[in-house]
């Protein structure tokens, strides 16, 4: 939903209560590694400001992800609450040197905002960095490939030290006293 920040908020504000299905949302993943399991409900406030708008909201969205170790999806539950402060306007100053308040603000080059977009953004910013399927997920094993979690399998595995090309030269190095 467009929102025309002159035209569609009263000088009161705007509440929204949205829920956008998995195949609306689908679509506008492109490039991430997540899928939506049901739908994406958020409740936005929006307040008009001098230079532009300030949003507060709190969303709630299953999403299905794929573990890092053993490659098994799995659902997590994501409940932010957040909120945005929008300037219209493009910023001129190619470099500047940038203070703790200008990470807070968001530049839009025109009056509208896209709530997709900000409820995209925002599961986004609560994705795992590297996602796992639960703290004792066992992975896979680096030889056979077989899911540790489900099965054991019989391959030894030899581990070799990691040595630093970079200090090969003091591996004899004797320190005499």
Do not use: W
Not at 36 to 45: F, K, Q, R, S, T
Not at 77 to 93: C, K, M, N, Q
Not at 120 to 141: D, H, N, R, T
């Amino acid at each position: 939903m467009k929102i025309n920040l002159h035209e569609d908020i009263p000088d009161s504000g705007l509440i929204l209560d949205i829920s956008e299905e998995p195949e609306k949302i689908a679509p506008l993943l492109h490039g991430l590694d997540f899928s939506v399991e049901g739908p994406v409900a958020a409740h936005l406030e929006i307040m008009r400001t001098k230079e532009g708008a300030l949003l507060t909201g709190h969303l709630c969205a299953a999403l299905r992800l794929t573990c890092s170790r053993c490659a098994s999806e799995y659902s997590l539950r994501v409940e932010p609450d957040f909120t945005l402060y929008y300037v219209v306007g493009i910023e001129t100053e190619h470099e500047k040197e940038l203070h703790a308040s200008d990470l807070e603000v968001t530049m839009i080059p025109i009056p509208e905002l896209d709530t997709d977009d900000i409820l995209i953004s925002q599961i986004a910013v609560e994705l795992p960095i590297k996602p796992v399927c639960g703290e004792k997920c066992k992975g896979l094993c680096p030889k056979c490939g077989i899911d540790l979690n489900s099965e054991r399998c019989g391959c030894v595995i030899e581990e070799e030290p990691v040595v630093d090309t970079r200090f090969a030269a003091l591996k004899g190095f004797k320190v005499k006293r």
